[in-house]
């Protein structure tokens, strides 16, 4: 059974639009992250949230906004979408911060066409 | 600055060789290591990790993984590899919890 939950797996999205991003987590974890994969650039950090709050943001853009309405979900809000941000998104998490192992969802794959 | 370099981009062994796959690191602090291993269209799998103590960690599948401080490195290795550990492989130093920087990935292939 899959731990952390990711939905939609693929997502096609036409340029200037927006998509959000879902995802759930049943490990009882406190901390979550989002991570990017693209054809370009190795994993990368986008950010970091610890009980609900936001920790660390490695993301340059506004256009990409984290949600976190539960302390187990951490959704990504994507504006005005660009082909540049297509790539695979994967949401992740660990029970607390401090050197720990973290785990890896599935991923959504996103194209903007 | 922190960084975790991979310089094989793809290595090819046959089933049943030996396995080495490379990894560098650069960071002032006491490294908390890992190694990934991602299968087509998944996720990221935990191999092994190191935080301290023992050099040499164990990790599933029978990969174990040597740390050295003197060169900065963190190598994966496996006596004998099968077909199913084809896979992309990736290492990642945390450098504030959760946070990890990954390397560029390996991708091994193994021929019959």
């Known amino acids: 059974d899959p731990k952390i939950i990711q939905k939609p797996k693929y997502l096609v999205a036409v340029t200037g639009s927006e998509k959000i991003l879902i995802c759930e987590q049943y490990?009882?974890?406190?901390?979550m992250y989002w991570y990017r994969q693209s054809a370009k650039k190795p994993l990368e950090f986008m950010f970091s949230y610890s009980y609900q709050k936001l920790m660390d943001n490695q993301t340059a853009s506004s256009r990409f906004q984290p949600q976190s309405s539960k302390k187990n979900h951490l959704d990504l809000q994507i504006t005005a979408l660009k082909p540049d941000d297509s790539a695979t998104y994967f949401c992740a998490s660990s029970q607390g911060t401090a050197n720990t192992e973290v785990f890896f969802g599935k991923g959504t794959r996103l194209t903007v066409v | 600055a922190q960084s975790v370099t991979q310089p094989d981009a793809r290595v090819t062994v046959s089933e049943g060789a030996s396995l080495q796959l490379r990894c560098k690191y650069s960071y002032s602090a006491t490294p908390y290591l890992f190694w990934y291993v991602q299968y087509p269209r998944q996720g990221l799998q935990l191999l092994l990790k190191y935080y301290s103590g023992d050099p040499v960690v164990q990790g599933v599948n029978s990969f174990e993984a040597e740390f050295s401080k003197s060169n900065s490195s963190f190598h994966l290795q496996k006596a004998s590899v099968h077909w199913s550990d084809s896979a992309v492989y990736f290492c990642?130093?945390?450098?504030?919890?959760?946070?990890?920087?990954f390397g560029q990935g390996t991708k091994l292939s193994i021929k019959p």
């Open positions: 990642a130093l945390s450098i504030d919890g959760g946070k990890l920087i």
């Open positions: 490990l009882g974890h406190n901390a």
